[in-house]
């Protein structure tokens, strides 16, 4: 029986180990109920009771032999098994992305969205306001009395003797003084319209931001603080400012604003022309007409107005050098902000 | 307004300043310098020569063989093609190497043979007209006349003054008294802090008896429009060409030289700014001159070439005889007495007109000419006189006429002298900087205000100065706007920031890029013809809209109502340029006319539109999602048949009770090929201002369930009619609190279902709040369903 005992652990053993082994039929061949080690324990009731104890250890020797190398191999398997099946799920994963769809804001809104982000840092509140407008709010409140020059049609579109589509935002700013009481710190975006043909630089609608802070001891050194510190934060803070005398009839004095050229620094190169400069902003000190049309004593209130065109800066910001790619909407266009 | 150097030094020394830098300052000034250019800078080595002797050239049958004496000791040959020239002739010579105009080089070279060592010029050769050289014209070379002999060999840019620098200003429209030489020569002169000298021009009697009364007499019958008009007459007039050095003045500035009579004029409009204008007095009906409103279809005719005779209204100042018309004031001088090469007796008149008059009358008779450009900003009625004393010492100056004795002086429009209060801490206080009262003074002074204790006199052509910001503003220019130190306001603070919609609208921005849409930006107006390409009947409300009085186009001339034609307009622009599909989205602003006299109505609207990506019900997902993203609940689905610009079958409303807050579909096929579109074209049109109003942002916590959901899934077969809403509706209304969703999850149709019919199958969620439901309790809540179904929509299960 011992004989018979290692002649089958010998030969399970070649059997497991055999390549292709079926390990659940040598399973049951071996530890079965009709199996052959099975078999062998069933005689070992034949066997003496001294030989007994001796047979019995080697039995269960062989079986708990067989069992192990049976489990230890299945595992073995199963671990080959998802290996490879591991390896055929391999994926070529340099093929391109399945890229969800995403959409994106317009360049004039980020531009936008950028200035505003500067100036609600510094307490701002931006305020909306009509895009038909009266007469009232877009000339004759600001200084520009019936017969003046900026009136002229050929710059101003029309509805009737009394109604036009704003020229600038600055009636926002007249509406904001005749509710509201200083301080006053407002900046007004928005569409504005001009009767110009459409080409690379003009449009006959465009959008503007414009400022307005009123308060007592405002002076004209905060206007340029203030501007310089919106310079910075939309063209970056090496940036310098340059103000040039002007006229704007809602403001004395005036200036046009100059930033340093942003692509060169200020040494010069194709985007500001060779002058180290760029003009951007026109602004000024408000006209005392204006405070008093508002019911605000200039002797009392003093503060400033600036504007700043949103084309100009984005098509500057991104080197658009084509106004009208801005309202095709092409999407070939839109993609590249 | 420009400004040469040669000019310009007859009042203040300035040329010796490096002309970049001149401009620069200038313009810190205030005097905006927009460019300047070099005159003659092209032209090199070319001399005033003599022709010494002319032989005709052996090989050629009309070249000439000329010696030149250049001013080098020794004759140059040069070989000229011209057939004008004669020996003893004064020419422009180029003397090989040399430069002309354009960038023409000359050289040394042969001509059939023989050296030719330069180039004989013609005017046209060295930049100049025949305006500018009466006598020349471009057919051959230019002979300059005995008055040359003495300058042989001398650099041609000098012995016609050909060279200078020119400036060019953008003068603002506050400062009219800039569209001067003496104007801007001041400004020139306080910029660079050097002396100035304008001289009075002298009026000199002759004593022969006769006397401007004698011609005329002026009658300002509107004196409104007309306050001040002086005039001088001149007789035994001689009309020439005016003299070198005038013609290239004139020239320098963009000024054709014409005769000496009108080049006067010119000289003194851009010397004193003072528009002037000469009349021809033989042609004047009697001796009367009126200032008057014109009479309502009076005809006249300007002295431009094209002009023809043209109605006026009484609106409109005219210069009139006895009879008619014979200027245009402020604007253009009439044909009937325009100064010809006949003209004997002239009368000059410096007026001044009031601008807007000016202004109104150029702009409806279509004329802007430099005097009616100038009287529109407003002109200084105390310059009319010594501009009309510069005139006529100019025609003494060049023998053009006598000048008669005495002068008209009509002067209705007197202005008082204008004061300000000169406050030297509220200006510092104001400007934020720490200037001396001394300071101030001084500059103001230099500018020509007065200052006396505290009181500042503005000078008469300083009409735009009237108050403390005005002198502060003079006074810093000066100083240097970039001197003030930048400051940041000290002040209260303030409630700043985004408004809630300002706020919601930026949210929703991220939300609709976020589901691949991309925003456009188009105009506000469009055409009336908009509203037929996406079909609206003819009685729309939609179609009235605001109308642009004047409009750029037909296609930009009323505001829109709706932005469905701009946005499709956008879709059209990505299909011809071949983008395979787009998905846009713009928020809006529409225009809702009130009433004629009111503003109207802006509202926002959000509008979508796609091509190429997506179905309709990707954009029913797309408008509910922005539904739900302002917190909307229970908005219903409505199927809307009616919609003109939407497909009949295909479109569908999002409502909220009896409002509808949504409206989207595929575009009829008629709009859609109206746009150049084919295939399933989506769009939807969303009521953001009242989406806003309804939102519902308060989000409050719900406790996660503690009980398990079960559902249920039916099939049923029914009319193609029935609306899959319909048996989602019924089965939530008749399963009552338990039913977490009823969504229909797949609709098929098929042979074995028949036609006309479609198998619709909808997965119903039960929960109950407190506890697993039992199958018993779902059980009865789906039989409670089916019938509900059987009775009101007389549907049943499809046989398994």
Redesign the interface.
Same mark, same amino acid.
């Given at each position: 029986m011992k004989e018979r005992l290692l002649e089958i652990k010998k030969e399970a053993e070649e059997a497991l180990h055999a390549a292709s082994a079926d390990l659940e039929a040598l399973r049951i061949k071996y530890l079965g109920k009709k199996g052959e080690l099975t078999a062998v324990v069933r005689g070992m009731g034949a066997l003496s009771p001294e030989e007994r104890p001796a047979m019995g250890a080697l039995a269960n020797e062989v079986r708990s032999y067989i069992e192990g190398e049976i489990t230890r191999l299945k595992q073995e398997y199963e671990a080959r098994a998802k290996e490879n099946k591991l390896r055929e799920e391999r994926l070529d994963v340099t093929m391109p992305a399945s890229l969800?769809?995403?959409?994106?804001?317009?360049p004039?809104?980020k531009t936008q969205?950028d200035m505003?982000d500067i100036f609600?840092g510094?307490?701002?509140? &931006?305020v909306d306001g009509?895009?038909?407008?009266?007469d009232y709010y877009n000339f004759q409140a600001l200084n520009m009395p019936?017969?003046h020059?900026?009136r002229?049609?050929?710059d101003t579109?029309?509805?009737?003797d009394?109604?036009l589509?704003r020229s600038q935002t600055s009636g926002v700013q007249i509406r904001t003084m005749e509710k509201k009481k200083p301080?006053i710190?407002i900046i007004s975006p928005g569409?504005v319209?001009r009767?110009d043909?459409v080409d690379a630089t003009h449009s006959?609608?465009f959008h503007q931001v414009e400022g307005l802070?009123v308060?007592r001891? &405002?002076?004209?050194?905060?206007l340029?603080?203030?501007l310089?510190?919106f310079a910075k934060g939309l063209f970056g803070s090496e940036t310098r400012i340059?103000?040039?005398?002007?006229?704007f009839p809602y403001t004395?004095?005036?200036?046009e604003v100059d930033v340093s050229c942003f692509a060169c620094g200020g040494k010069g190169c194709r985007l500001c022309k060779n002058e180290g400069w760029i003009e951007v902003l026109g602004c000024g000190?408000v006209?005392?007409n204006v405070l008093r049309g508002c019911d605000i004593d200039p002797d009392e209130y003093?503060g400033f107005a600036f504007g700043i065109g949103i084309e100009r800066v984005a098509m500057l910001k991104y080197h658009i050098d084509d106004m009208r790619l801005?309202?095709?909407?092409?999407?070939?266009f839109?993609?590249q902000f | 307004m420009k400004l040469s150097y040669r000019w310009c030094e007859d009042f203040t020394k300035v040329s010796d300043i490096d002309p970049k830098h001149f401009a620069d300052r200038m313009?810190?000034?205030?005097s905006?310098v927009e460019c300047f250019e070099t005159l003659a800078a092209d032209i090199e080595n070319v001399v005033v020569a003599k022709i010494l002797k002319i032989e005709p050239h052996p090989d050629s049958d009309h070249l000439l063989i000329c010696q030149m004496d250049c001013g080098e000791g020794s004759p140059r040959q040069i070989i000229t093609g011209a057939q004008n020239v004669f020996e003893g002739a004064i020419v422009p010579a180029a003397k090989a190497p040399a430069s002309l105009p354009g960038g023409v080089k000359i050289k040394s070279g042969k001509l059939r043979g023989l050296p030719s060592d330069g180039m004989l010029c013609s005017i046209g050769e060295l930049g100049l007209t025949s305006h500018d050289m009466p006598g020349n014209d471009n057919s051959g070379i230019c002979i300059l006349g005995e008055e040359f002999a003495d300058k042989v060999g001398v650099d041609i840019r000098e012995a016609l003054l050909l060279s200078d620098v020119v400036f060019d200003y953008e003068i /603002?429209?506050?400062?009219p008294d800039c569209l001067s030489v003496i104007g801007l020569a001041k400004e020139a002169a306080v910029t660079f802090d050097r002396p100035y000298h304008i001289p009075e021009p002298k009026d000199e009697k002759v004593g022969d008896g006769d006397d401007v009364s004698n011609y005329i007499r002026v009658d300002i019958e509107a004196p409104d429009l007309c306050p001040r008009y002086c005039a001088k007459a001149v007789k035994n007039v001689k009309i020439a060409p005016s003299p070198l050095w005038m013609r290239m003045r004139l020239r320098a500035l963009g000024v054709r030289p014409i005769n000496n009579i009108v080049d006067i004029t010119n000289y003194v409009m851009l010397e004193y700014g003072q528009p002037m204008h000469a009349f021809d007095y033989k042609c004047l009906d009697g001796a009367h001159i009126h200032v008057r409103r014109a009479h309502d279809g009076e005809l006249y005719r300007s002295l431009d070439i094209n002009a023809e005779d043209t109605p006026l209204t009484s609106s409109m100042l005219v210069i009139a005889d006895d009879n008619k018309p014979v200027a245009l004031a402020g604007v253009m001088g009439g044909a009937n007495s325009e100064i010809t090469e006949n003209t004997a007796t002239v009368i000059f008149e410096s007026a001044n007109f009031e601008?807007?008059s000016v202004?109104r009358t150029a702009?409806a008779m279509g004329i802007r000419t430099e005097s009616s450009g100038r009287f529109?900003?407003g002109m200084d009625p105390e310059n009319a006189m010594p501009a009309l004393m510069r005139a006529c010492e100019l025609v003494r100056l060049l023998g053009a006429g006598d000048v008669v004795d005495g002068v008209i002086d009509e002067y209705p429009g007197r202005r008082p002298v204008r004061t300000v209060k000169f406050e030297p801490d509220r200006i510092n206080?104001?400007?934020?900087?720490h200037l001396s009262r001394e300071y101030m003074e001084e500059t103001l002074r230099k500018l020509s205000f007065g200052v006396e204790g505290d009181t500042v006199t503005v000078p008469s052509w300083r009409g735009?100065v009237e108050?403390?910001?005005?002198l502060?503003?003079e006074v810093?220019?000066m100083y240097g706007?970039?001197e003030?130190? /930048? /400051?940041?306001? /000290?002040?209260?603070?303030?409630?700043?920031?985004?408004?809630p919609r300002?706020d919601f609208d930026?949210k929703l921005?991220s939300l609709?890029?976020?589901?691949?849409?991309?925003?456009?930006?188009?105009?506000?107006?469009i055409g009336p013809r908009s509203y037929d390409a996406i079909r609206l009947p003819a009685d729309s409300p939609k179609r009235n809209s605001?109308?642009?009085?004047?409009?750029?186009g037909e296609d930009?001339s009323v505001?829109r109502t709706t932005a469905l034609p701009s946005i499709l307009e956008?879709l059209e622009?990505?299909k011809n340029?071949k983008?395979e599909s787009?998905?846009?989205?713009e928020i809006a602003?529409v225009?809702i006319p009130t009433s004629?006299?009111t503003?109207?109505n802006?509202k926002r609207a959000l509008f979508i539109a796609s091509y190429g990506?997506g179905d309709f019900y990707k954009m029913k997902g797309i408008a509910e999602r922005v539904l739900m993203f302002a917190g909307i609940k229970g908005y219903k689905t409505k199927t809307v048949t009616d919609d003109p610009s939407y497909h009949p079958g295909r479109c569908a409303a999002l409502t909220l009770g009896e409002e509808t807050l949504a409206v989207l579909g595929e575009l009829h096929p008629d709009v859609a090929a109206a746009y150049g579109l084919t295939g399933s074209v989506l769009a939807a049109e969303i009521d953001i201002d009242r989406v806003f109003e309804l939102r519902d942002t308060h989000h409050e916590f719900r406790h996660l369930p503690k009980y398990p959901s079960t559902y249920r899934d039916f099939s049923f077969v029914c009319s193609e009619e029935l609306e899959a809403g319909k048996i989602e509706d019924v089965c939530t209304e008749a399963g009552g609190k338990l039913v977490e969703s009823a969504v229909v999850f797949d609709v098929y149709r098929g042979i074995q279902i028949g036609v006309g019919k479609k198998s619709v199958s909808i997965r119903v969620t039960l929960r109950a709040e407190d506890r697993t439901l039992t199958d018993e309790e779902a059980d009865k809540t789906t039989e409670k369903m089916l019938r509900a179904l059987s009775d009101k929509l007389r549907i049943a299960l499809r046989d398994r």
């Open positions: 969800p769809a995403v959409g994106g804001r317009h004039l809104a969205r505003e609600l510094m307490g701002f509140s &931006i009509p895009e038909v407008e009266l019936e017969g020059p900026a002229d049609t050929q579109f029309y509805i009737t009394n109604i589509l301080p710190r569409r319209y009767s043909e006959p609608l802070v308060d001891g &405002i002076t004209m050194g905060d340029r603080g203030t310089l510190v340059r103000f040039r005398p002007h006229h004395e004095p005036s200036a000190m006209h005392p003093s801005l309202y095709e909407n092409d999407l070939r839109l993609s | 313009t810190d000034t205030g905006k /603002t429209p506050n400062r601008g807007v202004r702009k529109e900003k206080a104001f400007l934020g900087v735009d108050c403390m910001n005005d502060a503003e810093i220019r706007y970039n003030v130190e /930048t /400051t940041l306001p /000290t002040i209260k603070m303030a409630e700043g920031g985004r408004t300002q930026e921005h609709l890029c976020g589901m691949g849409l991309w925003e456009a930006a188009t105009f506000s107006f605001v109308v642009i009085r004047n409009p750029l930009t505001m956008v622009h990505n340029h983008n787009a998905a846009m989205y602003t225009y004629p006299d503003l109207p802006e990506v």
